[in-house]
């Protein structure tokens, strides 16, 4: 069973960096691509990055475009997010998950079979 577990979330002031990994075990082969979502309180959980596993074709949701790099070891099976410049709205639980068919759009929930626990990123300003 696939398993995804988060890890590198904190605190910081607005303009800071962290970066967030993905371990993922359990995995088999077969998943299309992964990606990054945040969920602030009382939001939705939003789209964040994407990546495509065999080519490693990124996508990335305006609000963090130029700021936020989503990579991914495959060696290691991890998953990263590199956020630079951080800003107050970035504050949100962060979550990575699996997509196993190319279903839905990237920023669909509902494609994403497996999920981490999250991991929290806070931005003071």
């Known amino acids: 069973q696939v398993q995804l577990l988060e890890s590198g979330g904190g605190s910081v002031q607005a303009g800071g960096s962290l970066r967030l990994s993905c371990a993922a075990s359990?995995?088999?082969?077969?998943?299309?691509?992964m990606a990054w979502f945040r969920q602030a309180p009382g939001k939705e959980r939003e789209g964040v990055a994407y990546?495509?596993?065999?080519?490693?074709?990124?996508v990335y949701a305006d609000s963090v475009k130029g700021r936020f790099t989503i990579s991914l070891d495959n060696g290691k099976n991890t998953l990263y997010l590199q956020m630079v410049s951080l800003k107050p709205e970035d504050t949100a639980m962060y979550y990575c998950a699996m997509k196993p068919q190319a279903l839905y759009s990237w920023t669909d929930i509902r494609g994403y079979n497996y999920w981490g626990q999250g991991t929290q990123v806070t931005v003071s300003s």
């Open positions: 359990g995995v088999t082969g077969g998943s299309v691509s």
């Open positions: 990546i495509l596993l065999k080519s490693s074709i990124t």
